[in-house]
């Protein structure tokens, strides 16, 4: 029976090379990214991300033909886990989200022209992308609802519709557009993906939403805003189309598989950074005559923190192995589980970390503020916890039937009974013999 929890040596090195190199080289970007533009971000990037091509650790989550590494998701799970570490981190691996998503979308649904045109210079870092499904008056959570069409006219596609929440909407060179190609069809064939420049006449990027990542300072076209787009009779060629027409919730499922577990991927990485924050705090903080540390609270703080990440961990590398193993499809329910779960986790540690540091946690002196209000979204992007834990009732609940009877299974009376009808051999023995 295989059951093996060990790194292979050359691929740790890897990951060890990778922590050094994040904490110094990207983590200090952090304390200065809102004094600069992108382009002097890129700036700063371009040498970055070169040592991480040279190191062979460019776009890892897609195979080699199409420019990335092949690792797998597994190996990809423990790259995530420090790339996870700063939100800084991932664009210097050729990863980050949305382009990764986005990446994937054009390897597995695009023709070869779309894959030559868009999915080529993305994966060099040449381009940048957005998708663009999520609208203001319906219900992201259930994309059924989608009111973007798109109108088939000669060999365009004629688009209209209002979306927001596209991240890096206002820094793509092109959209993902998730827009109703037919409105007759059944439920989740109705949709398609179609690729959109983003300098198309029609596209409006009204704005990028002030959100609580980013609550004072309001910045338009930078990396990580959240764009609300208007398409006004955008006008793109057929073959913009990415699969078939009608194919748009197919291909959301296997994109979302995949990003949903790197971000439970990088989500242990922001849990482990808050998580040494709580300890080294506990330490060196004297109150009532001792360190925190040897205040009860603090070390139940520190073990549940320890037990959590622990739990989330084991749960995220197995749905990755299990994805590597079986597919995306088939990791379903161990995505949704740890899609909810990872995302309390991560919450529950970062608070306890913050409130650890009383006033100095809440203040930007440090890092966890920004991180609370970060772990607070990863409860509804990618679909809200309350729907992945349908997701995954629904699932359990198919292995299971109501009785029959209406009586529990468990019922012990019940149980009794049939016991003493099947022993009744022996239970008369004993009887006799009292
Ligand atoms: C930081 C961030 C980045 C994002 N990036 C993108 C992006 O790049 N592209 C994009 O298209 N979208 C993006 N989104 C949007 C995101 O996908 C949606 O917010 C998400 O799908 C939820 O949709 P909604 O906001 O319309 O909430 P709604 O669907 O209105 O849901 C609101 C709430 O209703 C409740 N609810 C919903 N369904 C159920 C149910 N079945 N049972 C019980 N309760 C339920 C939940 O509490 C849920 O939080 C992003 C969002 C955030 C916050």
Redesign the pocket.
Known sequence: MAWDFSTEPEFQEQLDWMRQFVREEIWPLETIADELTQEQLDRVYAPLQEEVKRRGLWAAHLSPDLGGQGFGQLKLGMMHEILGTSAFAPNAFGNQA?DSGNSEILAMAGSDEQKERWLQPLLAGDLKS?????EPEV????PTTLRTTAVRDGDEYVINGH?W???NGSIADFLIVMAVTDPDARPHQRASMIIVPADTPGVDIVRDIG?M?HPVTESFGKLGN?AEIRYENVRVPVDNLLGDEGAGFLIAQHRLGPGRIHHCMRWLGVSSRAFDMLCERSLYREARGGPLAEKQTIQNWIADSAAQMHAARLMTLHAAWKMDAEGASAARREISLIKFFGATVMHDVVDRALQIHGALGYSTDLPLEAMYRFAR?AR?????D??HR?TVARQILRGYEAPADGVPTEHVPTRREEARRRFADILEAVTAND
Do not use: I, N, R
């Open positions: 949305p957005a998708f663009s499904m999520t219900a992201g959570s259930d979306k929440f596209s991240t959100t990542e959240h979204a509804f992007y990618d679909g809200p309350e729907v349908e």
